[in-house]
């Protein structure tokens, strides 16, 4: 009997959860057919895209092979798709090295991503974006070190030891703090007023955590006070040239470096690949990540637009909602498979972690009415516990 092909496109977090679970759980819905699975991506390994500021602020590996995440039962496909053909049920991509392939699928799941937001060429900076751009990061930040303990001049050496990090999502509360501690340990290793380093985070909002209750986002910037941070509210970095930030209340401020955290946008590939997305470039999916037009092709992670059909609330684009969402879609693919009703998705509850540091962090969720928040080593083992658990790592 011929095998079901189910092929995921994207390593995220989506895909490699998605992966893990077809692998556990399909031969309990098999109805006889094995499963043949394909995991498309454009690397080869597994970017644990939410720590590249550990890789900006060290030289932290925050990648795995595919082949050692699954040593077997999986095919890998080092490519980009480029479109879908839904009555065929083939997906066409492009390989690594520019070639075109085709793959014909039973079950296909867009987990594609997203991608930073980053700014114009000419607003300068670093955004915080891939690989390249921490070790691009980490390189700055370190050379102006070096600059700043053979400056003389007081006012040079305060820009060479400034960093300004534009934007105040969780991003980059997380870089700000990292940099904090990583700039801080190296400014006194070469001799140099740890107090010195300066870490400036610029948030347009009123406040730190506009999704979260005040108290939660005070603490959060007494949490980065304590460890070198100092947060600008209310203003927005337009622009870096030559050390110099110009920002959009009028005024400047110097800096040796500006790092741009500004948040996630759809994966620009999603509009070609022919499915429905919405106006902003999300996928478009039912309340069973089902795309409509295209039998046996879902659409998981932050690439997709997912509402709770309950209540009508959005699903946010971090890995925690992905990793609720993979086993519900599994069921959805069984059922529909079968013929049966399908589940639908419910959303996963507030829930918001912050790394401050090593071994330093910060929980909150909502629960009976009630706040919860973890603070210290505790915050920071259930933060370095959501990493892992994204990335399938025990």
């Known amino acids: 009997m ?38 498309m991506d454009k690397n080869a390994y597994h970017l644990r895209k939410v720590l590249l500021f550990k890789a900006a602020a060290g030289e932290e590996d925050i990648t795995i092979p595919f082949s050692k995440m699954f040593p077997e039962g999986v095919q890998l496909i080092q490519g980009e798709a480029t479109g879908i053909e839904g009555a065929e049920k083939r997906v066409r991509y492009k390989d690594a090295r520019g070639g075109e392939g085709a793959i014909e699928y039973d079950w296909l799941v867009l987990a594609a991503g997203s991608v930073v937001r980053r700014p114009e060429p000419e607003q300068g900076g670093i955004a915080l974006g891939g690989l390249g751009d921490a070790k691009r990061i980490r390189e700055a930040w370190q050379s102006n070190l070096l600059r700043a303990a053979k400056e003389n ?29 990583s700039v801080r340990a190296d400014a006194k290793r070469l001799g140099l007023d740890a107090g010195e380093a300066r870490i400036v ?62 948040g996630l946008l759809p994966n620009p590939g ?31 992670g932050d690439n997709a637009r997912i509402v709770d059909p309950e209540t009508g609330r959005i699903d946010g684009k971090t890995c925690k909602e992905a990793i609720g969402q993979v086993p519900r879609l599994i069921k959805v693919m069984a059922a529909d498979a079968a013929g049966r009703s399908a589940p639908v998705h419910k959303s996963y509850m507030d829930v ?43």
Not at 13 to 20: C, D, E, R, S
Not at 272 to 296: K, N
């Open 201 to 262: 985070l610029y948030n347009a909002n009123k406040r730190l955590f506009p999704d979260g209750p005040a108290k939660v986002g005070n603490k959060l910037e007494n949490a980065l006070a304590a460890r070198g941070v100092t947060v600008r509210h209310g203003v927005k970095v337009l622009s870096e040239r030559g050390g110099t930030l110009t920002l959009s209340d009028g005024s400047s401020e110097q800096a040796g470096l500006c790092v741009w955290t500004l």
């Open 2 to 39: 011929k095998p079901m092909t189910c092929v995921v496109v994207g390593g995220g977090y989506a895909g490699v959860n998605t992966v893990k679970a077809l692998l556990k759980a399909y031969p309990e819905e098999a109805g006889g057919r094995s499963l043949r699975i394909v995991l």
């Open 270 to 300: 999603l509009r070609e690949l022919g499915v429905p997305v919405t106006a902003d470039g999300h996928i478009e999916v039912d309340g069973s990540y089902r795309i409509a037009g295209f039998p046996g092709v879902y659409a998981i």
């Open 352 to 394: 918001f972690c912050f790394g401050l540091g090593p071994e330093h962090g910060m929980v909150w969720t909502r629960q009976w009415g009630f706040d919860i928040v973890l603070t210290g080593k505790l915050g920071w083992k259930v933060r370095k516990y959501t990493w892992d658990s994204a990335s399938l790592i025990k």
């Open 153 to 181: 001049h007081s006012a040079e050496r305060e820009k060479q030891l400034t960093i300004a990090v534009a934007g105040a999502g969780i991003s980059g509360i997380e870089t700000a703090a990292e940099l904090a501690h």
